[in-house]
């Protein structure tokens, strides 16, 4: 998710040269340039030495986001690692394309702290396609869920607990709302008044959303590494359209598979931006919904148990409603949190996720029927 926390200035594209001869040898670097459109880190491609290089990711990490860097590391290579041992195992399978390489620092350490104290890492730029923020083809869909389900699959064999808890209690949606009545009671700004319908839809379907979480406490759902950000655009794809890698993995940590799926849903399936001004015709779309979730399911429903299968539609509801009610908290306590762009720019993403929600709970029963179908399909029903 866009933080406003930023670090400071970087100064000359000399002081890039050295972070990045801290990682690769002159003699395999090209040019560099700024890449991507993300909000989070500080991001170069340096391009390779050689036409056949695809070159390399090198990125400042934002410490206001992510304040233990070491911690972050250590998930994200023992991630990296373990796919890629499970992937190298697999026929036909290309693990450097089909999952994130960390570049170590000279010193063997997977990140850089330079003398002005901003941590840097590097990472091999995988060549793709630009797919954009929500799929345009029914493949497309397909190979979203495939990609994120087999991300799963792949970690099935890696204990949760070995893995550190990045940002505590990221998809618990008590502590959500928490947040949310201190925003709402703290009223800062006096924007509560404007929001009252957001208010009460939040305050409508508050108890109903503790689902999973009461679930997994009772110890009915079974805790796995997940992604925990499963937007569209963090898949990758190659130039013929197929899934390749998931990337982002700052938020790796343990999860359940249904919180992954739903965020998946609530990115790709919406007929929508998330920002979108005009509400009012927002619509979840059930072919990209039912391509996500054959894909998923093939990738990953052998391994599921019928708790788990079970959760997957109340899971975009969910994230719709938990990512919608932090915007709308973000709003409220006066957009500390979400980079903005305009007044109420919260606010109206906020007003986009619950009509998105609303939506699927005109179609819910739909949304399970097409999940139980992929099920039955799957184990040969």
């Known amino acids: 998710m866009p933080g ?17 001869a801290a990682f690769i040898p002159a003699s395999a670097a090209g040019a560099m340039e700024p890449y991507g459109s993300g909000h989070i880190h500080e991001t170069y491609r ?26 972050l590391m250590e998930n994200i290579t023992r991630v990296t690692a373990h796919v890629r041992r499970r992937l190298a195992a697999i026929p036909g399978c290309d693990p450097d394309r089909e999952v994130l390489t960390v570049i170590p620092a000279r010193d063997g350490r997977p990140f850089l702290l330079d003398e002005s104290g901003s941590y840097w890492r590097c990472y091999r730029f995988i060549e793709h396609l630009d797919a954009g923020e929500r799929p ?48 709402r009671h703290a009223d800062l700004l006096g924007r509560s008044a404007a929001a009252t319908a957001e ?28 992604h925990n950000d499963t937007k569209f655009n963090n898949v990758l794809f190659d130039r013929r359209g197929k899934g390749l890698c998931p990337v982002d993995l ?6 359940y598979a249904a919180t992954d799926f739903g965020d998946a849903v609530r990115s790709a399936a919406s007929s929508a931006r998330e920002d979108e001004l005009d509400p009012t015709g927002i619509r979840v779309n059930l072919d990209v919904f039912s391509e996500l979730a054959r894909g998923f399911l093939f990738s990953l429903g052998a391994g599921l148990d019928a708790e788990e299968t079970g959760t997957l539609a109340f899971g975009a509801k969910l994230l719709t409603f938990m990512v919608g009610l932090r915007f709308l908290t973000d709003h409220l306590a006066g957009d500390v949190y979400f980079k903005t762009a305009r007044p109420e720019h919260n606010l109206q993403r906020a007003r986009a996720q619950f009509a998105l929600l609303a939506d699927m709970e005109r179609h819910f029963s739909a949304m399970e029927e097409i999940v139980g179908t992929a099920v039955s399909k799957l184990s040969g029903g």
């Open 4 to 20: 406003k926390n930023k670090p400071g200035p970087l100064g000359t594209p000399a002081d890039l040269s050295a972070i990045s």
């Open 46 to 71: 340096l391009r390779g030495g050689g036409a056949a290089d695809p070159g390399y990711i090198l990125q400042r990490i934002n410490t206001g986001i992510f304040p233990d860097v070491p911690k």
């Open 250 to 255: 700052d938020t790796v940590m343990p999860g």
């Open 199 to 226: 208010i009460a839809f939040v305050a409508e379907r508050a108890e109903a959303m503790k689902l999973i979480l009461e679930l997994g406490r009772r110890g009915r759902l079974r805790l796995r590494v997940t």
């Open 136 to 183: 345009q083809t029914p493949g497309q869909a397909f190979e979203a869920g495939r990609v994120f389900g087999r991300f799963i699959d792949l970690l099935s064999d890696l204990p949760p607990t070995s893995l550190h808890v990045i940002i505590p209690r990221f998809h618990d949606v008590e502590f959500r709302l928490e947040q949310f009545h201190a925003a």
